[in-house]
């Protein structure tokens, strides 16, 4: 027989009797009474008590409301082998279903999944009594499977979601989890997503970074988006991003406008086709303002083509020898040290020059590639259910 250590609740200490037992027949509870009923135990069923048992194997079952739904299989085979040789170190938790008999997991499930592929007979666990299904139970599972590696940015979405839904607020969950406020928020943002892209998150094939991004925009831009991805078109992550929010943003503005925006191949090809692709996104512009943007244009690309003299300058500098440089350089007004401030000016203007011009790249590409669709016009194509009835 195992041996159990139980910690019970414990009970109020009774108040002594009066001295004149049968006058309280006829006289009203007093305050002492009425504190002892408060305090009188619960039912041996109910009672809230914690032990430490060698339960059946067979007579546990998986809460389906953990927040982990993905286990790996080649961990779970590993940790079983393990469990076969050494045992298991670490117990589980459990509460117990009075009606029932049987025990439903509250942390622990991997374990519990490797002692059934090692086939295990029993189980040590941390038995707990009259512990309901409810947010603390749900809570205490939370904690103890975030930021494992196996789980996955949708399962703690799900998981941060179901804890504020149970009457938690986001700082609440942070705390519980040990996470900032913000990693929760941005969890349960990806909720956002369309079952597609949460396939690919869940699957490893989108980077939670640019999930994020992607859950902005509309279901049907986010399907065309994820093609977009699958195929390659972007050079980088980052490139994907500032698509995904120059995409939000268009939508944005047409949204304003009373129209809805989708991204569109057939319509990027239609531009080039028609040469419209000279000017994307301006074609519902007044010829004056097409005017002003051309003479700007001219402008600008003048001013950048003289940064071929700045590339000369570095290039010069880059391959002179180092100590030829110091003998040319050394005395002259602000030093060496001076001149290589102006080079390091320069590197951190260009660096904010190249995020810039990375989003101006992708806002022309998504209004190059974007498709106007204007509700009211889509509602009279559109035949209705008495007309076609």
Same mark, same amino acid.
Request: aromatic fraction near 6%; glycine fraction near 8%.
């Given at each position: 027989m195992t041996a159990t250590v139980t910690a019970t609740t414990p009970e109020a200490t009774p108040e002594k009797a009066p001295a004149k037992p049968r006058a309280r027949k006829t006289t009203a509870p007093t305050k002492a009474v009425a504190r002892k009923k408060e305090a009188a135990p619960t039912p041996a069923g109910d009672e809230k008590r914690t032990q430490l048992r060698t339960i059946?194997?067979?007579?546990?079952?998986? #809460?389906?409301?953990?927040?982990?739904? =993905? @286990?790996?299989?080649?961990?779970?085979?590993?940790?079983?082998?393990?469990?076969?040789?050494?045992?298991?170190?670490?117990?589980?938790?459990?509460?117990?279903?009075?009606?029932?008999?049987? @025990?439903?997991?509250?942390?622990?499930?991997?374990?519990?999944?490797?002692?059934?592929?090692?086939e295990l007979p029993q189980m040590k666990a941390v038995v707990m009594h009259g512990t309901g299904e409810g947010r603390e139970t749900f809570a205490m599972a939370v904690a103890?499977?975030?930021?494992?590696?196996?789980?996955?940015?949708?399962?703690?979405?799900?998981? @941060? =979601?179901?804890?504020? #839904?149970?009457?938690?607020?986001v700082d609440e969950v942070a705390e519980l989890v040990g996470k900032s406020a913000a990693y929760v928020q941005w969890r349960i943002d990806l909720l956002r997503l369309c079952p597609e892209a949460q396939e690919a998150l869940v699957k490893g094939q989108l980077p939670v970074g640019l999930a994020w991004y992607v859950g902005k925009l509309s279901k049907e831009n986010q399907v065309r988006f994820l093609g977009k991805w699958v195929r390659g078109d972007f050079k980088s992550a980052r490139d994907a991003e500032a698509f995904a929010q120059a995409l939000h943003t268009e939508e944005k503005r047409q949204q304003d406008q009373g129209s809805f925006f989708v991204l569109s191949d057939e319509a990027a090809a239609a531009r080039k086709d028609n040469g419209h692709d000279v000017l994307p996104g301006t074609l519902d512009l007044p010829d004056e303002e097409r005017e002003r943007i051309t003479a700007d244009r001219a402008k600008l690309v003048g001013k950048i083509d003289k940064l071929g003299q700045a590339g000369e300058i570095?290039?010069?500098? %880059? %391959?002179? #020898?180092?100590?030829?440089? %110091?003998?040319?350089?050394?005395?002259?007004?602000?030093?060496?040290?001076?001149h290589r401030l102006r080079v390091k000016h320069l590197q951190d203007i260009a660096t904010k020059a190249m995020a810039n011009l990375r989003k101006a790249e992708m806002v022309a590409e998504v209004r190059a590639s974007g498709l106007q669709v204007n509700p009211d016009a889509e509602a009279a194509a559109t035949p209705s259910a008495d007309a076609t009835a």
């Open positions: 059946p194997t067979s007579k546990i079952d998986r #809460d389906p409301g953990q927040p982990r739904e =993905h @286990f790996d299989e080649a961990s779970l085979q590993e940790l079983a082998k393990s469990m076969a040789k050494l045992g298991q170190l670490q117990p589980i938790t459990v509460r117990y279903i009075p009606e029932t008999k049987r @025990f439903t997991l509250i942390m622990g499930e991997r374990r519990w999944r490797a002692a059934q592929i090692a103890e499977n975030v930021g494992r590696a196996d789980m996955t940015a949708v399962e703690e979405a799900k998981a @941060f =979601h179901k804890l504020v #839904d149970a009457g938690y607020d570095l290039s010069l500098l %880059a %391959a002179a #020898d180092a100590e030829e440089l %110091a003998l040319l350089l050394a005395g002259t007004p602000g030093g060496i040290g001076g």
